[in-house]
């Protein structure tokens, strides 16, 4: 007796189903446990990245609280006793903080006159790839200033160039070390037209603004328009070493 056509497609209908349920039933037979393993497995690793940004995050707010503590000691003329914590933080995986108790550590060893470690405190910052750029261009800075003394000027020049171009944050400080090392390695004309740049950077301290315009002038560029854009009273000096020595 010949199926009717919709006998005939619920019959294929069934088969299918039973077809899909067998494939189901056999792809659970086989990959079943695989599959409750790698989900058990996926929600530990969940659970282990929130347990872990937790205890990250606790331990951020201990060191914090560390680091006002240091800072607190340190306005309170006790460079000793904020010591072991800066010493700690100088270890710490956050690099905010790492790069704080360094700088920090560099600022006190400065004040005791001991150059030589101040400028290696700065240069650890200067060479962590984990701390943000600006602020291993700042450390870079604060050790050349550190070692200027005993720098060759070619070193200094090859160093702070790159920063001592307009734009940068730290163009008035490291401009003006590499300008000075222009005139110790007698390039004086590079050195008046570094010099003459400065002075016109809005966004350069006044103080070393003005001591751009004098030395400008002392090496024979006229900065007074720069001066006037500025606001800089200008007051000249006879000899490049008396306006270096302001």
């Not at 409750?36 to 690793?45: E, H, S, Y």
């Not at 910052?125 to 200027?148: H, I, K, M, W, Y």
């Not at 005139?183 to 016109?200: E, M, Y």
Request: proline share 4%; charged share 25%; hydrophobic share 45%.
């Amino acid at each position: 007796m010949a199926l009717t056509p919709n006998t005939n497609e619920a019959f294929l209908r069934e088969v299918d189903d039973e077809v899909r349920r067998d494939q189901l039933l056999s792809f659970w037979e086989r990959y079943g446990r695989w599959l409750i393993g790698a989900i058990v497995l996926a929600l530990a690793l969940f659970g282990g990245v929130l347990y872990w940004q937790h205890r990250r995050s606790m331990a951020a707010g201990v060191e914090g609280e560390k680091l006002q503590t240091a800072f607190d000691s340190l306005a309170a003329d006790q460079p000793a006793k904020a010591g072991p914590a800066l010493s700690e933080l100088a270890g710490s995986s956050h690099d905010g903080y790492r790069a704080l108790a360094k700088f920090t550590q560099g600022d006190i060893l400065l004040q005791k006159n001991d150059l030589k470690s101040a400028a290696a405190k700065f240069a650890e910052v200067a060479n962590d790839n984990g701390v943000a750029q600006p602020f291993r261009d700042l450390a870079l800075v604060r050790q050349t200033s550190a070692e200027f003394d005993t720098l060759k000027p070619q070193v200094v020049i090859e160093r702070l160039r790159p920063l001592a171009v307009a734009g940068n944050p730290w163009f008035g400080s490291a401009g003006e070390m590499v300008a000075i090392a222009y005139i110790n390695s007698g390039r004086r004309d590079l050195a008046a037209t570094l010099f003459s740049q400065i002075a016109k950077g809005q966004d350069v301290p006044e103080s070393l603004r003005q001591r751009a315009v004098q030395m400008a002038s002392v090496l024979g560029n006229d900065a007074s328009a720069a001066a006037d854009t500025a606001n800089v009273r200008v007051v000249k000096p006879a000899t490049v070493k008396e306006a270096q020595a302001k």
